[in-house]
């Protein structure tokens, strides 16, 4: 498969993978984040309650300082529900998620998770 077929295949089967309350990559994220080189990957993250985790691949991440207005819900000038932009696989256990409208979030690893910390209602 050429690399822009799997990106368009990876961009899809993450567009139809966002779970509720967090975003989440299929697992081909996992082969991306392998590489020893940078990535950056299309990223539509979940804001509905706020920024605060996402999963890309297998992997769930928890944003270093989460985001949200106070009440649960994203803070001003971020879409709702989702915002578009990428996130850049920077090394094994840190991503970065960033958008034309100026937003950066730092994600981190959360060693042997196997869900999310809390689901969106």
């Known amino acids: 498969m050429t690399e822009r077929a799997g990106t368009i ?3 899809l089967t ?7 309350g ?3 990559a299929d697992e081909s994220a996992d082969a991306v984040r392998a590489e020893p080189s940078v990535r950056t990957i299309p990223f ?3 804001t509905h309650c706020g920024i605060h985790e996402v999963r890309i691949g297998s992997t769930y991440y928890e944003a270093e300082t989460p ?4 009440d649960g819900n994203p803070p001003e000038g971020w879409d709702e529900p989702f915002q578009r932009g990428t996130m850049t ?15 950066e979030v730092k994600f981190r690893v959360r060693p042997g998770a196997s869900g999310f ?3 969106c209602s």
């Open 9 to 11: 295949i990876f961009a």
């Open 14 to 20: 993450l567009a139809a993978g966002v779970l509720t």
């Open 22 to 24: 967090c975003s989440q």
């Open 44 to 46: 539509d993250i979940y």
């Open 67 to 70: 985001l949200t207005d106070g």
């Open 89 to 103: 696989l920077k090394t094994e256990t840190e991503a970065v998620f960033t958008d034309d409208a100026g937003h």
């Open 117 to 119: 910390k809390r689901l």
